[in-house]
């Protein structure tokens, strides 16, 4: 598959009174043309802070680029220039957001924050910008748009303003859309409203996804492969089914028995994962995961696992992986 | 399964909580009726706004009822004041959603667990400090760490917190308000698995409201299914998962992604149109009937009565009528 993006050992801190904090501690993913990928893993491992690397929405300081590239059409984002990705972003790259509140401009109506972007990177005139808004707010199924076009964020419900902004996304049909928790303050029923929408438009303008969720289900549901991340790196990558049926780490394995199956029995309890993530203030030498492991050797506390192919679809960071540790494979 | 008995702890009967916002009513729950059983789990389902915390806040007596009875151990409750209400209230206790907000951060934990003791003169000095420590243990929680400030646990740690607060002055009865929302999925097991001995250890009876289908499924005796103030459906778990009657019951269940790729793309999903009418101003009829795939004229015309479709299964649906 034809590559759009490719991300390649990115290593992000913030600077803070009480140190550098290594949020992204050398990540590596790509996504392919058209392609979904989903990323999930715990509160707090750089899912947010790697995907706003990718537009460089953090603002430096207190961030740092510290190492990597992010090649998007085989051209590293992060040597270009402010201006230049001014242009991207929007045009070639946008991003939805969990709160859309935070995004949308409480004083501008929908229309023209939809607009916005035809004007200045289309040259649309004002007129065409306007009725195209109004397609679009159709296209993400908002009722009565010629209506709704001229209104602001505060009267559309949380479902419409999450919908409005995924026309302000897609109003310059960017190649990439990274969607962060797009659906996890939505309710159900909306959420599938939402999802559908999207899986329609990758399929109809053959957009890339980006989703960055907590709910496996919903990767199960849109993505076709799955980065799964732990305290600031990826532990493991490959297809949905790779990862569903076949997880090799055991962060993965963890995540996927800690939620019920829909024929799990009341006699059979959850498996949950015990403590807490690392520092990042202070990560540790060996793999991130050892200290909640349960298969933990002592080469985990000390030396840091690669990511390794463990089938041509499938790659896990895991010591368990070694030639020299097989048959100690833990659960 | 859980501990379920044949015997009623809880009668809700024609339960109305109205809300006045700016001159207007809003009515968050309106006209429910159900049982519990010692023992039981009941599961409460529904999307935001629909009354699921009102509903438990009312039945504990955090609200005033605007209509309607609780019956608690074949007790009135709905109509007790002062002593009598303070004594009551030692049976139901409730556990909040957000783990952080609900613990007052400049509390240690033990004044937080000892409050509630305190409240209810239940303990003081050495007994109030060991039996502080004995519901640390009981939550999986180290008892050394009685002097220390909800900042230094962990979201899991700090729900469990809050469960030992619960448990302080005994309940029978626990309304859990989404106890794992704000939880990380890799925690969320922790905490449900904690309830579930707690359950059986104690023959508690719990009201569990959560967002998490799967997870209401799993924990779950019964589960009932509110839409806009109003309870649509209520029957065995199995059953309501396997056989639901209601349209907006089948479009809740057909639209949680379930975390397997198989499943999902053989899946077929109904998708909902528009989104929850206000509450302020509910449709006339069924409340769902604007959203419903099903909907008939009698659905504008005639509000839906809650009836018993089948033993045990409840619904209100022109559909089964
Ligand atoms: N402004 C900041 N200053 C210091 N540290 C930060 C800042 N923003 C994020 N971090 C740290 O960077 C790490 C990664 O954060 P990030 O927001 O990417 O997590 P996430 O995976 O998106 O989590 P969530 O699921 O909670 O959204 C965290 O450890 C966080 O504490
Ligand atoms: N104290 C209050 N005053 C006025 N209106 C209220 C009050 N509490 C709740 N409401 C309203 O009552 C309705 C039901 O709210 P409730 O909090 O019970 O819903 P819920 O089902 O628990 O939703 P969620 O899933 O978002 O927690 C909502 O429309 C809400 O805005
Ligand atoms: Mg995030
Ligand atoms: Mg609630």
């Known amino acids: 598959m034809e590559k759009i993006l490719e991300v390649r050992d990115l290593h992000v801190t913030f600077h803070t009174y009480a140190g550098e904090v290594q949020a992204v501690r050398g990540v590596n993913f790509e996504v392919g043309k058209g392609e979904a990928i989903g990323i999930v893993g715990e509160s707090g491992c750089g899912k947010s802070v790697t995907a706003q690397s990718i537009l460089k929405l953090l603002p430096q300081p207190p961030v740092q680029y510290k190492q990597g590239s992010i090649l998007f059409n085989g051209q590293d984002l992060l040597k270009k220039s402010e201006k230049e990705m001014e242009k991207v972003r929007g045009k070639e790259i946008s991003m939805i957001f969990q709160d859309p509140m935070t995004s949308l401009n409480p004083t501008m109506t929908v229309g023209k924050q939809i607009a916005e972007g035809l004007t200045k990177h289309h040259k649309m005139s004002a007129a065409a910008a306007h009725k195209r808004a109004v397609e679009l707010l159709e296209m993400v199924g908002i009722p009565q748009p010629e209506r709704r076009v001229n209104q602001y964020p505060h009267e559309f419900s949380g479902g419409m303003r999450q919908r409005a902004m995924i026309a302000i996304a897609l109003a310059c049909q960017p190649q990439l859309l990274i969607a962060d928790e797009p659906t996890t303050a939505l309710d159900v029923t909306i959420q599938a409203q939402i999802l559908e929408l999207m899986k329609e438009l990758q399929k109809k303008l053959g957009t890339s996804i980006i989703l960055i969720t907590h709910d496996l289900g919903v990767v199960a549901d849109m993505c076709e492969r799955v980065i799964v991340m732990y305290a600031g790196k990826v532990v493991e990558s490959g297809t949905v089914d790779e990862i569903f049926y076949n997880p090799q780490h055991p962060y993965t394995k963890g995540l996927l028995r800690s939620v019920p199956r829909l024929d799990q029995n009341r006699n059979e309890p959850l498996t949950p994962i015990y403590g807490t993530p690392p520092d990042l203030l202070k990560p540790p030498a060996g793999c991130g995961y050892a200290a909640r492991c349960e298969s933990a050797m002592r080469v985990c506390q000390l030396y840091d696992p690669k990511l390794d192919m463990v089938r041509s679809n499938h790659q896990s960071a895991c010591w368990l992986h070694h030639p020299l540790a097989q048959g100690k494979t833990g659960s | ?321």
């Not at chain 2, 999902?264 to 509450?279: N, T």
Request: proline letters at 6%; charged letters at 25%.
């Open chain 2, 1 to 321: 399964m859980g501990t379920q008995t044949q015997e009623t702890l809880i009668e809700v009967r024609n339960l109305k909580k109205f809300f006045k916002v700016g001159g207007q009513t809003l009515k968050a729950v309106n006209d429910i009726s159900f049982t519990i059983n010692r023992g039981e789990t009941l599961g409460v389902v529904g999307e935001s706004g629909c009354g699921k915390s009102t509903a438990g806040r009312t039945i504990l007596r955090l609200y005033e009822p605007t209509a309607g009875e609780v019956i608690f151990e074949g007790k009135n409750i709905s109509k007790l004041q002062g002593s009598e209400l303070k004594a009551m209230r030692r049976n139901m206790q409730m556990i909040f959603q957000d783990p952080y907000a609900s613990l007052n951060p400049r509390m240690t934990v033990g004044d937080i667990i000892g409050e509630a003791l305190d409240i209810h003169g239940l303990a003081t000095g050495q007994e109030r400090k060991e039996r502080i420590q004995e519901l640390l243990s009981l939550v999986s929680l180290n008892p050394g760490h009685i002097d220390r400030f909800p900042h230094e646990f962990s979201g899991g740690q700090r729900q469990r917190i809050g469960i030992a607060r619960a448990l302080a002055v005994e309940p029978k009865f626990i309304v859990c308000d989404e106890p794992i929302s704000a939880l990380d999925v890799s925690v969320q097991a922790q905490v449900v698995n904690l309830l579930e001995q707690l359950q059986e250890k104690m023959g508690l009876t719990y009201m569990f409201i959560a967002h998490d289908l799967s997870m209401v499924k799993y924990i779950s005796d019964r589960v009932a299914v509110m839409y806009l103030g109003k309870m649509v459906e209520l029957a065995e778990s199995e059953k309501l998962y396997e056989k639901p009657l209601h349209p907006y019951t089948q479009a809740l269940l057909s639209a949680i992604p379930i975390p397997d790729p198989e499943v999902e793309r053989k899946r077929e999903r109904i998708v909902l149109q528009g989104d929850v009418p206000s509450p302020m101003n509910p449709p006339s009829g069924c409340h769902f009937r604007t959203r419903c795939p099903k909907a008939m004229p009698e659905c504008a015309a005639m509000e839906p009565v809650w009836k018993e479709v089948e033993p045990g299964h409840f619904t209100a649906c022109h559909l089964y009528n």
